[in-house]
């Protein structure tokens, strides 16, 4: 269902493994029809912004292409501006944005604008956060069609995201006694491979430890794909945790044991995989076990686990730079 009966612009970033076994939902072009249904409450001069990157997505593009939905009704992103996809699609008037020369590019209405250099933009994490490169090129798609100068959309892109509280819980950056902390909300395939991707960009020399749990209400075979892309990042500590109140149908510490198991299988030692039924128990042994270099990841999802997390991190204000800065 939608909550919107009318809209101007809709969105879908990715279809990725997620919420399998619900509401007759098993594969991934099921998915896809419960997500392009926000296409349905598009206006007749609505823009539907697709992915272009993912492949189900930009089959689903070539099939509306195909279908004689012209642009400014279909709109294209990706992470190169040169994408095959994206060239056909402007050929033919579409709207598109991408990275060309490490600079994000907006293509619409027959023009192309300039929106800045990725490194500078703070959501790109100096240009090493690729998946919200390819979210602030969505973005840019989605403002255009809103009617939103692309001035406007430049000097948004070039602060937002410096203070901690732009986006909280995602991507929420800060240093611990010489370790490199990222408090994310990531808990699907595609979301963890990012964060993790990210976090190996700042690891050097040091060592890398991160929070991993789930929410009750996915099938074990979602668990056991968690597990093995967490697994192959060969993590040096991971804090097994249950999330505080979301259960959700399953036994407390199934969850934790499922992917604990499953972690084991894939080849990590028993001594680093410890297990934590409470998420800030989860995090304040990973914090405790930091030392300078280190990159430490926080999955935390609920949100007084959160705000206790930010306690334990001693919050005091924001970085220019992005996220929040430890309390001195």
């Known amino acids: 269902g939608l909550a919107v009966e009318q809209a101007e612009v809709a969105v879908v970033t990715n279809i990725s493994a997620d919420h399998f076994g619900e509401y007759g939902i098993h594969d991934l072009e099921a998915l896809a029809e419960a997500k392009l249904v926000v296409a349905r409450a598009l206006t007749d001069r609505g823009l539907l912004v697709l992915n272009a990157d993912d492949e189900v997505l930009a089959a689903r593009a070539r099939a509306w292409s195909q279908c004689g939905s012209g642009a400014p009704g279909l709109a294209l992103f990706a992470l190169d501006d040169d994408h095959a996809l994206l060239s056909q699609h402007r050929a033919s008037g579409g709207w598109t944005a991408g990275v060309r020369g490490s600079r994000l590019w907006l293509h619409f209405r027959g023009e192309s604008h300039e929106l800045g250099a990725i490194e500078t933009m703070p959501l790109s994490a100096g240009g090493h956060a690729r998946y919200n ?25 070039a602060r937002f995201g410096g203070h901690g509280e732009d986006n909280p819980g995602r991507l929420m950056q800060f240093e611990r006694g010489g370790a490199r902390i990222l408090l994310d909300y990531a808990h699907n395939p595609a979301g963890l491979r990012g964060v993790l991707d990210l976090a190996r960009s700042l690891q050097g020399r040091g060592r890398l430890a991160l929070l991993l749990g789930h929410a009750g209400n996915r099938e074990d075979a979602d668990l056991e794909r ?27 510490g199934e969850v934790a044991g499922i992917l604990r198991t499953a972690l084991l299988r894939y080849g990590l030692p028993k001594s680093s995989l410890p297990l934590r039924l409470r998420e800030v128990e989860a995090a304040r042994q990973a914090l405790d076990w930091a030392r300078p270099g280190d990159v430490v990841v926080l999955l935390v999802h609920s949100l007084g686990a959160r705000a206790h997390v930010l306690e334990l991190l001693g919050v005091s204000g924001t970085s220019p730079t992005g996220g929040a800065t430890q309390g001195q």
């Open 133 to 157: 490169v390819a979210n602030l090129a969505a973005a840019a798609l989605a403002a255009a069609g809103l009617g939103v100068a692309p001035a406007t959309i430049a000097g948004t892109f």
């Open 226 to 252: 968690i597990a093995e892309v967490v697994a192959g990042y060969r993590p040096d500590l991971v804090v097994v945790k249950e999330i505080d109140g979301y259960l959700r149908g399953r036994a407390e």
